[in-house]
């Protein structure tokens, strides 16, 4: 019988469950403090759970939070593996990495970006070169945040977008949207200003946990793209590379490859999996976005633009806050028993897959 208790109403349950989970596992645990506060004030951390040998050459990692509200997920799967599975269930000579939200500031404050209103997963670049451009986002950059929520200002803002979306179709509309934009730092998917403090916090991770493994298998929760409920397992390696012959060794035919023009994301630039893959060129990475869906793209705008107009224009510590934080958090988190119950069958079989995985490597 499943139950779902290992999911939580907001940040700090969260971090209070899977610290006690990863405690009784007998984990060893590490704590980075963004220096950022939540809502009520709380201190915002992200949390790392190692189980098994100190000098495990294989590691199966899960990370929850990248983009912030999209944590609940992860993190519910993260505490219900830690109650279930714990270090009893490691092959031998493979360790386990859990990164409990890694942008805290996002999960605490219900948005998908960091405290520096950085896309997490577009800022992965190198920013001492010139940054990716985006000419879609730049014509439509003031119509994508208006400055009112209702009203002329905003009516001409979505007249304007939907001539832009008429004029260039679905497809480049919400690839100029989403695909990663670095000239706006109020917008949305924005991944420029520098290194976030998430992505420092991941090189980290990296430098004191994962350098000297030889195997290393990630998978990065995220929601909110594709079918309600649906895991999709999506990887960015180059069609017939190593890195993809691996994915598909670990995780057989339902695997989404972006390389070949499969998926929902749009992104291109600055994405986790560079950063796993270049800081660990000499391990055998194998790294796979597990994206459950939940609603369509377009209340993800609709979502994603309150939310940017609260944080640009708004208070966000007013009443005006709340119904848009409401609208955050079930966009990206359902919060119903069927969802956790697909998300977490999924979660426990990608997870699985990815210990054999490791296993198997020569
Ligand atoms: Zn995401």
Not at 243 to 253: D, I, L, N, Y
Not at 277 to 298: H, M, P, Q
Request: with cysteine.
């Amino acid at each position: 019988m499943t139950t779902f208790q290992t999911f939580s109403t907001d940040y700090s349950e969260a971090r209070e469950k899977f610290l006690t989970a990863a405690h009784i596992a007998g984990a060893t645990m590490a704590h980075h403090e963004s220096g950022t506060r939540g809502p009520r004030g709380e201190a915002l951390f992200a949390d790392i759970a190692w189980l098994g040998p100190d000098d495990a050459d294989r590691v199966v990692m899960t990370i929850s939070g990248t983009h912030g509200v999209e944590g609940f997920c992860g993190s519910g799967f993260q505490i219900d593996w830690l109650r279930r599975k714990g270090a009893a269930a490691l092959p031998r000579g493979v360790a386990a990495l859990h990164v409990h939200a890694i942008n805290p500031y996002g999960f605490a404050w219900l948005r998908r970006v960091t405290e520096e209103g950085s896309d997490l997963n577009r800022n992965f670049v190198d920013h001492t070169k010139p940054y990716p451009q985006n000419p879609g986002y730049e014509e439509i950059a003031n119509a994508v945040v208006p400055s009112a929520l209702s009203g002329p200002i905003f009516e001409a803002a979505e007249a304007k977008l939907r001539a832009y979306r008429a004029q260039v179709g679905e497809l480049a509309f919400f690839r100029a949207l989403t695909g990663g934009q670095y000239t706006h730092s109020e917008g949305l998917f924005y991944g420029g200003g520098g290194p976030s403090w998430s992505n420092r916090t991941t090189h980290a991770i990296i430098d004191r946990f994962l350098t000297r493994r030889t195997d290393i298998a990630i998978l990065d929760f995220h929601t909110g793209l594709g079918p309600y409920g649906y895991g999709d397992l999506i990887t960015h390696y180059e069609p017939d590379s190593p890195g993809s012959k691996r994915v598909h060794a670990f995780w057989g035919e339902a695997v989404t490859e972006s390389k070949r023009g499969q998926g929902v994301s749009q992104a291109l630039h600055g994405l986790t999996h560079f950063a796993y893959n270049e800081a660990l060129s000499k391990a055998r990475v194998t790294i796979a976005t597990l994206e459950f869906g939940a609603y369509d793209r377009e209340s993800n705008r609709r979502a994603l633009r309150a939310d940017h107009w609260l944080h640009t224009y708004g208070d966000p510590l007013s009443s005006e806050a709340e119904p848009i934080r409401a609208t955050m958090r079930k966009q990206f988190y359902p919060d119903t028993d069927e969802w956790k119950e697909m998300m977490l069958f999924r979660g426990h079989q990608v997870v699985r897959q990815a210990f054999q995985g490791v296993t198997r490597e020569p």
